[in-house]
Each structure stands twice: as structure tokens, then as C-alpha cells.
């Protein structure tokens, strides 16, 4: 039988140790049900057999295991500081550390005082206390909770209740705090849910209902007034209005849409009403896709990430042996005093806890892909950001990339009057040519015509159509045969002189246009210059990317002469012509030998080859493009090409914040184990150097959440 798919955001996941929870909860039921737990984004999905298991069945387990599901799609958010259990039991170990204080400067017993004290750890270590052991037991790791649990039991064994008392008060604070910090990560996600309506107004039997966003189907018609949000993706069926993409793409000034042009679920329609047929469902929508992608790429980790993960299991043990050889050895060996030296170990354990080391990457990077999601760039995954920092060569198609795409008319010529039609302007040329390629579904024909539109010029009447492949078109007006091809086609093929021209064609061809002559089987008419345009912000991007230390490198199918002007005119360092999709992967490869990492820029399509080849493949344009949006490991929404650069900023933007967090936690660990080693620092300073660290690197991680 066919599995289903329950995916539900939950309360209460904030960290590894809670979906390694979440997954012991669900073993007994395993072979009936698959599950796959998102920590970062506090989502749980669901893969299980319908005969055998329900949503209700699965959200209720959930319930029973301390993890709250939510209603529909919001993403759960940390209850008020003062119902959240774990900020009320450190508030409550805090107050007893004050009192059991306060009263050890009177003459109270000190009996009555180190029981307030041990209360305060009873109290306060409660939570970490438990995951430490379940970490213990049924992971078999040492984790920083057990190193703090063992010091905090130590130090009451040696008669320093209140150190211990101290200790728990404070790193329990920070794990009540840790919610927080992965709730303030989430708001990227919890942005793009809100772009999105909860109701959408759908024409039903000739009648307008509002319906939930869910229950919108493919095909559906529906309404969207000036101001509101489109629900789902869909292309226009009725109206004209200006719709803001920034929330999808990124770009800034809103564009015009028409019948016909397609419209992202979460851009915010402008002045004019549309009605909108649905082309995807609000589950399989652009936003939907990016939301999960976005939670796909803060669960894969970076080869740092990794590498420090891997660390953290070897020396969260090693600093416990570590510590109790410092406790034994100097006293049995070297006649050193027992309390002494357990003081100093337990104080080494507390310093030498890698918590600052080990969240300094992973909440530097989650902040980061959810900023880059705003911004309308999706990077898959740590290692991508990773990689983007280190890029050395960007290598860029041409069509799609750094043109538009789109064939456009650039010039037209009137070679003289013509005795036979009457034609002696621009507007009698374009009629013409516009009536011979309205039937021809080619780039170039689809160029002028549309140029013809734009000015409003009416096509001639031409009869009797004919395709010449790869030559060009001919027909009948007005009793004349009329042709439309290259300055080739003309001078080989019908024996008509263009010498007059040759200047002008070879000029306009230098600039890598394409050159369509029209005219009779007696003369040449006019000339047509056509060109795939350039992206307005093309060459201030190549600037940029210059400017940060980037090598350009520009990979194209087209011919020399054509890739040659394009080059010169954006500004790249260099150029390759007349390229295969095999070509691509061959260059990118030896770029890739030469300089280092290379990244490549392409459609996501046609370039797939060259994007996988490349140290980084970066998809533009992606937005509604699945094909674009699953091969890339970078994924541009917009056809803006700044967005690239924008994206190499934010890399190495991310990579500066890991490095300062990195230092910055290692040189506090190595200072607090000197201090702790040769008794300068007490407990009290250990807890309150290895708590601060970690609230500044946290402070130092979210600064990425700054676009």
C-alpha cells in the first residue's frame, strides 16, 4: 500500500537531544511508521502506512512525548518567559541561591543553609540533569550537560554547596535561553508563512467563496483585490496590475503583470484586481517549496560544523578523564592536597566545557540561510556557504545569465524606396517583415514581431508562406515574392548584391547582432538587427564581483563574433565560444585546476552538467522553475544577477562571524583552563567566564540575521 506524508510543526524542539527523544518515542512503532525530525525549523514529518496509522494517532503520540503539535502551518513559538518550566525552575534556583546567601551571613545553621543550597541544584539542574543522563544511557556520549552535572555534584560533595548552587542557577539559565535563540533563528521562516493568506476568495458555481489557502486546487480561478497576498501560485486569466515580488525574489521594484504571466504565491498584488487560474496547489507552492528548503539546508551541516561536531564527542570525554586525573594523580603521586586538587578539577571541567565552541557555528550558519532566504537567494546547505566564501572563479552562461534570454530588435535600416510598394519608411519595412514572420515561431521572428506590436504597426497581408530551414522565410505580397534571411542567404543563394551595406552589416554584427535582411528576388529592402539584450545590471555586477577579488569567466554556446561583443561589453576577464554542455564541464574544470573554487552560473536546465561540475552551482531566475530550484546548490530567485554577489557577500560575511565566534571561544577556554589549572580562577569565575562566552557568541552568531 502507497505511504502518506505528515509533516507538523511541534513545541518543545529546540535541540539534538530533543529529537533524539522524539525518535525513542517512536520506536516501538517503527516498522509502521518512519518519521524524520527537523530541530531547527521544530518540525516532525511523517512517513506511515494510512491502514495502520493516522495523522490524529501520530499528533496525539507526539502530545503524550512533551512535544505539543501546532494548528496548521505556524511554526511554534517558546511560551511566555513566565509559564516556560525551564526558566521557572533556574528563577527558582536563583532565588534559593539568593536566600541560602542571605542567610549564611546570619546565624542561621549552616545546615538550614547548604539544604536551600542543595535544593537550588536539585531544582535547577532538573532539566539539563535529565538530559545528561538519557544522554548517558541511551546515546552513550559524554555531553557538556554531564561535565556540568559532575561538577555540580562534586562541588557539593566537597562542602561548596553554594558554588554548586551557583554553577546549576547559571547554566540553567542559559539552557532556559536556548529556546529563545532557536525561536529568533526561525523568524525567517516564520516570515515567509506569513507572506502567504489563510483564506482565498476562489469563483465556485458562478459564485465567489472564501476557502482556506489548503483546500485551493490546481485549475481553480481565483480573486486578487488591490493590496492583498497571492495564495498560490498561478498564471493571470483576467486584469493588468503591478505585483511586488521582493518577498519571493528578492527584487526590489514590482513588475507589471499581464494575461498570461505567471504569478508567486506571498508577492503582494499592487493597484489593479486579478483573477488568477491556479497552477500549483498551496502544499506544492513556490513559498511552500522555499520554506522547505530553507529547513532541508539548516539541517545540513558544514564540513567546519562537522568537524567541530566530531571534536565536541572526543573532548567533551577527554575533558572528563582529563579532570579526574587532575583530582587523583597529584595527590596520590606527587603528595598534593585531595581538596585542592578536586577543587581544580571540578573548576577545569566547568572551564573547559566546549559550549560556546560547539553552537558557534551551527547558529552563525542556520542565520545565515534564513537571511539569504529573504533576500531571495536559497543556498542548500552549510557547505555551500562554505564553499561560496572560498569562490575564486565565477563562470557565467550567456543566454538567461547575462542577457536576458530574449531576442530583441536593436536597429532597423530603410535601404531605399521601392518602386514596386511604395515603401520608403521604417514603419512600410516593419509591416512587411512583421507579415512574413508572424507564422514562424523562431526566436528571431518572435523578435520582430513583437517589435512591431510594440509600435503599433498592423503586419502585411503575405500569402503563400514558406519555412526555408536554417535560411530563412519567403511569401507573396502584392504579387512580388518576398524573402527574410541572412546577408548570406542573399548574396549566395539569390545572387543580390548587399556591397552598399557591408559596412553597416559587418559593424552591426561586431556588435553581436544578428542580422536579418528583407527584400525581393530584384533588391534588398532593409536591414533588421537583432540581439539577445544585455541585463541592465550585467557589467555592475561583473564590477562588484571584481571589486571582492573574483575573477569573471563567461561560458557560451554562441559564436565567436557574438560572444566577443557580449564579453566586451559587460566587462568579463575572459570568454569562451561555440561551447558544447560537455565544452562547459571541460572549461569549468580546468578553471577549476588553475584558480581553485569555481563557481558556475546558469539556468539550471542546460547547464546541469557544468553546475554539477562546479565547486558551486548556482541556479538564476529559479522562481517557479522546479527543474532550476532541485539541481542547484544555490538557488537565485530573481533574474538579477546582483543577487549573486549578494550571495558571495553573505558567505563571507558568514565565514567572518564563524572565524571571530571560533577564536573568540577558544581563547576563553584556554584561559579559563589556565586560570583553573593554577587556581586563580574559583568556580563562581569559571561559570560566569563559560556562561558569558556562550551568550556572546550567540550575540555574535544572530548578527547574520541582519540582511
Not at 511560551?79 to 525552575?89: A, E, L, M, Q
Amino acid at each position: 500500500m502507497k505511504s502518506a506524508q505528515f509533516d507538523v510543526y511541534v513545541g518543545n524542539l529546540d535541540c539534538e537531544h530533543d529529537a533524539a527523544a522524539i525518535e525513542r518515542g517512536f520506536a516501538d512503532i517503527a516498522e509502521r511508521v518512519q518519521l524524520r525530525v527537523y530541530p531547527k525549523s521544530a518540525k516532525v514529518s511523517f512517513q506511515y502506512d494510512p491502514a495502520s496509522a493516522s495523522p490524529e494517532m501520530l499528533r496525539e503520540k507526539l502530545d503524550t512525548l512533551g512535544f505539543p503539535p501546532q494548528a496548521g502551518r505556524s511554526v511554534p513559538q517558546q511560551p511566555k518567559i513566565w509559564r516556560n518550566p525551564k526558566v521557572i525552575t533556574a528563577v527558582i534556583a536563583g532565588v534559593l541561591l539568593l536566600v541560602g546567601w542571605l542567610l549564611s551571613q546570619t546565624a542561621v545553621p549552616g545546615l538550614v543553609t547548604t539544604g536551600i543550597y542543595i535544593g537550588a541544584v536539585v531544582i535547577g539542574g532538573y532539566y539539563f540533569g535529565r538530559e545528561a543522563l538519557e544522554e548517558l544511557i541511551h546515546e552513550r556520549e559524554v555531553g557538556i550537560e554531564l561535565l556540568m552535572l559532575i561538577a555540580a555534584v562534586a562541588a557539593l560533595l566537597l562542602g561548596e554547596p553554594a558554588e554548586a548552587a551557583m554553577l546549576v542557577f547559571l547554566y540553567s539559565l542559559s539552557e532556559a535561553a536556548e529556546g529563545y535563540t532557536e525561536e529568533k533563528t526561525r523568524s525567517a521562516v516564520r516570515a515567509l508563512m506569513d507572506l502567504t493568506p489563510k483564506v482565498a476568495l476562489v469563483k465556485r458555481d458562478g459564485r465567489e467563496v472564501e476557502i482556506p489557502v489548503e483546500e485551493l486546487a490546481v485549475d481553480d480561478v481565483f480573486i486578487v483585490k488591490p493590496g492583498q497576498s497571492i495564495p498560490t501560485d498561478g498564471m493571470v486569466i483576467l486584469g493588468t496590475s503591478s505585483v511586488n515580488q521582493a518577498p519571493v525574489t528578492g527584487e526590489s521594484i514590482p513588475v507589471e503583470k499581464h494575461v498570461d504571466e505567471q504569478v508567486f504565491a506571498g508577492s503582494i498584488n499592487g493597484e489593479g484586481a486579478l483573477e488568477v487560474r491556479a497552477t500549483k496547489t498551496f502544499a506544492d507552492n513556490t513559498i511552500a517549496r522555499i520554506i522547505h528548503m530553507v529547513e532541508e539546508a539548516q539541517e545540513k551541516k558544514g564540513n567546519s560544523q562537522r568537524f567541530i561536531e566530531r571534536f565536541g564527542h572526543v573532548y567533551s570525554p577527554a575533558v572528563l578523564g582529563i579532570g579526574i586525573l587532575f583530582a587523583v594523580v597529584p595527590p596520590l603521586l606527587l603528595g598534593g592536597d585531595w581538596h585542592t586538587w578536586l577543587t581544580r578539577a571540578v573548576v577545569f571541567i566547568v572551564a573547559a566545557a566546549p559550549c560556546a565552541l560547539v553552537i558557534s557555528i551551527p547558529i552563525t550558519m542556520v542565520a545565515t540561510l534564513g537571511t539569504g532566504a529573504r533576500k531571495g537567494v536559497l543556498i542548500k546547505g552549510g557547505k555551500y556557504v562554505e564553499a561560496l566564501s572560498k569562490i575564486k572563479v565565477v563562470a557565467l552562461d550567456k543566454t538567461g545569465t547575462l542577457t536576458r534570454g530574449e531576442p530583441e530588435v536593436t536597429d532597423v535600416f530603410v535601404l531605399g524606396s521601392n518602386p514596386t510598394t511604395g515603401m520608403r519608411s521604417e514603419p512600410d519595412l516593419l509591416a512587411v517583415a512583421a507579415g512574413l514572420e508572424r507564422r514562424s515561431q523562431h526566436p528571431l521572428a518572435l523578435a520582430i514581431t513583437r517589435y512591431a506590436e510594440a509600435k503599433t504597426i498592423q503586419p502585411a497581408d503575405i500569402t503563400d508562406f514558406q519555412s526555408m530551414t536554417g535560411a530563412g522565410i519567403m511569401g507573396q505580397f502584392n504579387g512580388s515574392t518576398l524573402y527574410a534571411g541572412s546577408p548570406d542567404y542573399f548574396e549566395g543563394q539569390l545572387k543580390i548584391s548587399l556591397a552598399d551595406s557591408t559596412a553597416q552589416i559587418t559593424r552591426l554584427q561586431s556588435e553581436g547582432k544578428t542580422v536579418i535582411v528583407i527584400g525581393d528576388t530584384h533588391a534588398a529592402w532593409g536591414l533588421i538587427a537583432i540581439r539577445d539584450t544585455i541585463r541592465p545590471n550585467a557589467r555592475k555586477a561583473v564590477e562588484r564581483l571584481h571589486a571582492a577579488g573574483v575573477k569573471v569567466v563567461m561560458l557560451t554556446g554562441d559564436n565567436q563574433r557574438t560572444a566577443q561583443a557580449i564579453a566586451h561589453e559587460v566587462g568579463v576577464d575572459s570568454f569562451y565560444a561555440d561551447l558544447k554542455p560537455e565544452d562547459k564541464v571541460t572549461r569549468v574544470r580546468e578553471l577549476a585546476a588553475q584558480y581553485g573554487q569555481v563557481a558556475m552560473v546558469g539556468d539550471g536546465v542546460n547547464d546541469a552538467p557544468a553546475l554539477a561540475e562546479a565547486s558551486v552551482g548556482i541556479a538564476m531566475g529559479a522562481a517557479g522553475t522546479d527543474v532550476a530550484l532541485e539541481t542547484a546548490d544555490v538557488a537565485l530567485m530573481a533574474d538579477d544577477l546582483e543577487k549573486l554577489v549578494y550571495a558571495l557577500s553573505l558567505a563571507k560575511r558568514n565565514a567572518s562571524v564563524v572565524n571571530q565566534n571560533l577564536v573568540l571561544s577558544a581563547v576563553v577556554i584556554g584561559a579559563l583552563v589556565i586560570g583553573a589549572l593554577t587556581g586563580i580562577f574559583t568556580l563562581p569565575i569559571a561559570v560566569l567566564g563559560h556562561e558569558i562566552s556562550e551568550f556572546i557568541v550567540i550575540g555574535s552568531g544572530l548578527r547574520m540575521l541582519r540582511s
